[in-house]
């Protein structure tokens, strides 16, 4: 699917979509995703080379409190995997999905 929502930076290290949903880099361990009232913290790293982030969707399990108990299933990881790379690439960068 090829969306073409509209991004853009409304502060250091976030990135936010037209389309509800934000991504905050918080370090280099942590990626912060937010999806309308819903968060979840995803484990990253700093890569060297051209790909400067990786993430690791494995620790994508469910949405932070007060939403904890959501499960997060397949699809629903993929999306968000998706709508990262798709924030990561309006900044000129890639990530690597690990």
């Known amino acids: 699917m090829n969306r073409t929502g509209v ?3 409304p502060r250091v290290n976030v990135i936010e979509s037209d389309e509800g949903f934000s991504v905050e880099v ?5 990626v912060l995703y937010v999806e309308g009232p819903r968060s979840v913290h995803i ?4 890569l060297m080379g051209p790909r400067g982030l ?3 969707p494995s620790s ?3 949405w932070d409190p007060p939403h904890s108990t959501d ?3 397949k699809a629903t990881r993929d999306r968000i995997v998706e709508n ?5 690439r309006f900044s000129g960068f ?5």
């Open 54 to 56: 990786a993430i690791y």
């Open 7 to 9: 991004f853009f930076t």
């Open 60 to 62: 994508i399990k469910s």
């Open 84 to 88: 990262i790379r798709r924030a990561f």
């Open 43 to 46: 484990d990253s790293e700093y």
């Open 71 to 73: 499960a997060i299933d």
């Open 94 to 98: 890639e990530i690597a999905v690990d």
């Open 26 to 30: 918080l370090g280099h361990a942590c």
